[in-house]
T-cell receptor
Framework: EAEVAQSPRYKITEKSQAVAFWCDPISGHATLYWYRQILGQGPELLVQFQDESVVDDSQLPKDRFSAERLKGVDSTLKIQPAELGDSAMYLC?????????????FGPGTRLTVT | GQQLNQSPQSMFIQEGEDVSMNCTSSSIFNTWLWYKQDPGEGPVLLIALYKAGELTSNGRLTAQFGITRKDSFLNISASIPSDVGIYFCAGQGGSNYKLTFGKGTLLTVNP
């Protein structure tokens, strides 16, 4: 069964360091999402791509976060510099928006701890 | 922004019992989705609902899309220990199909 791949699964970094996460969506899924999930909360959208274009990055803290999907397939989310408050689960999801198929499928996530 | 109220926050039940949880919104959604998340993992899609009034089942799970399009519920029948986890509702609306999540319902099943 096709799955969304993410790496690394866990990352510990010191504040002020740079960190990057990678996501490979389900093959054929044109839409890719990055979410942040704080413990005890539901995921919140950071950025949405349609192919290689950003559709929504209104909740992305652009002073320190950046995201790219250069060839419209896999994607990288970067934080520089990391802050203590960035500790969270970072989830990638993908979907194939066609007709009624708006379902988003999530990867296993990257658990980030900033010390 | 849009807010989803998911209740209850947590449930502790005995194996074999039925469970019901729900989500309400101040805004209308076009689609309701229900996910289950195990600790340290990403959410897994359980059921998707596309039409007001729609009732959909997936094994022991049944979910309904409210007539007003502002609410949805999820029922789990004859719970088993592997049902333990956090259940999230998510409403989808707008031109970019953005998902808004509830805060989750933590389900604990006592064998």
């Amino acid at each position: 069964e096709a799955e969304v791949a993410q790496s690394p699964r866990y990352k510990i970094t010191e504040k002020s360091q740079a960190v990057a996460f990678w996501c490979d969506p389900i093959s054929g899924h044109a839409t890719l999402y990055w979410y942040r999930q704080i413990l005890g909360q539901g995921p919140e959208l950071l950025v949405q791509f349609q192919d290689e274009s950003v559709v929504d990055d209104s909740q992305l803290p652009k002073d320190r976060f950046s995201a790219e999907r250069l060839k419209g397939v896999d994607s990288t989310l970067k934080i520089q510099p990391a802050e203590l408050g960035d500790s969270a689960m970072y989830l990638c999801a993908s979907s194939f928006i066609s007709g009624r198929s708006y379902e988003q499928y999530f990867g296993p996530g990257t658990r980030l701890t900033v010390t | 922004g849009q807010q989803l109220n998911q209740s209850p926050q947590s449930m502790f039940i005995q194996e074999g019992e039925d469970v019901s949880m729900n989500c309400t919104s101040s805004s209308i959604f076009n689609t309701w989705l229900w996910y289950k998340q195990d600790p340290g993992e990403g959410p897994v899609l359980l059921i998707a609902l596309y039409k007001a009034g729609e009732l959909t089942s997936n094994g022991r799970l049944t979910a309904q899309f409210g007539i007003t399009r502002k609410d949805s519920f999820l029922n789990i029948s004859a719970s088993i220990p592997s049902d333990v986890g956090i259940y999230f509702c998510a409403g989808q609306g707008g031109s970019n199909y953005k998902l808004t999540f509830g805060k989750g319902t933590l389900l604990t099943v006592n064998p």
